[in-house]
Structures are given as structure tokens and as C-alpha cells.
């Protein structure tokens, strides 16, 4: 599993961001996916998770109602569609694979996480 994020940028605050992650080595069949962020001087968080096949998701409370997570396995790739951007939502994006047994609600656990995607920045402007 070799996971590359991108779509990160700058907007103002209103705006939205669709965040892509491809795996470019095996494909993402199988393992749940999901996104994390990193604002300055914070600690790593959990925003979204998604199941394998895309039948369930889950969201941080933070921004349920503002992002969407999506998959499209025969393209090996997971978005994560961002509306509403608030300026709290500056941070630097990680997606995640998760192989493990269990709800994708254990993906809020980042210990539990088994491979990490780069980052990609998103800054939100007033």
C-alpha cells in the first residue's frame, strides 16, 4: 500500500476542497480508509473513515454535515469532499488505511492506523 494524497490548497473561508488519495501500490480493495489532520501545534486528529466497499462512513463531530468521505475502488482512490471550510479547518490532511477486524469507528484510534499516506495542506483564509 503506497498512499499519495493531494488536492490541498488555499481558499476562503465558505469555500469547499475535494482531497484525493490514490494507492499506487496494491489496490484499495480491501482495507478501510480515512482521513486524519494536523493543525499547528496540535495533535494528529480523526476526521472521516470509510468501510471497503463504501457502505459506511464516519465522521469527527467537527465537521459531520460539512465533509463527505468517498471511495472508488476500481480507480484505488478515496476522496474526501470538504464544504463549508472554516478557518479551523487549516491543517495538513493525512489519509490512512486501516486492515484490521472491527467497526471503521476504530479508525479514530490512530495507533490502529497501518499505513499513512504524505500530507497535504489545506489553509483556509477569512
Known amino acids: 500500500v503506497q498512499l499519495q494524497a493531494s488536492g490541498g490548497g488555499s481558499v476562503q473561508a465558505g469555500g469547499s476542497l475535494r482531497l484525493s488519495c490514490a494507492d499506487s501500490?496494491?489496490?484499495?480493495?480491501?482495507?478501510?480508509m480515512g482521513w486524519f489532520r494536523q493543525a499547528p501545534g496540535k495533535e494528529r486528529e480523526f476526521v472521516a473513515a470509510?468501510?471497503?466497499?463504501?457502505?459506511?462512513?464516519h465522521y469527527a463531530a467537527s465537521v459531520t454535515g460539512r465533509f463527505t468521505i468517498s471511495r472508488d475502488n476500481a480507480n484505488n482512490t478515496v476522496y474526501l469532499q470538504m464544504n463549508t471550510l472554516k478557518l479551523e479547518d487549516t491543517a495538513v490532511y493525512y489519509c490512512?488505511?486501516?486492515?484490521?477486524?472491527?467497526?471503521?469507528?476504530?479508525?479514530?484510534?490512530?495507533?490502529?492506523?497501518?499505513?499513512w499516506g504524505k500530507g497535504t495542506q489545506v489553509t483556509v483564509s477569512s
Open positions: 490512512a488505511a486501516y486492515l484490521g477486524p472491527g467497526n471503521i469507528r476504530i479508525m479514530e484510534d490512530e495507533w490502529r492506523i497501518n499505513y
Open positions: 501500490g496494491r489496490p484499495l480493495r480491501g482495507p478501510a
Open positions: 470509510i468501510d471497503w466497499n463504501g457502505g459506511e462512513s
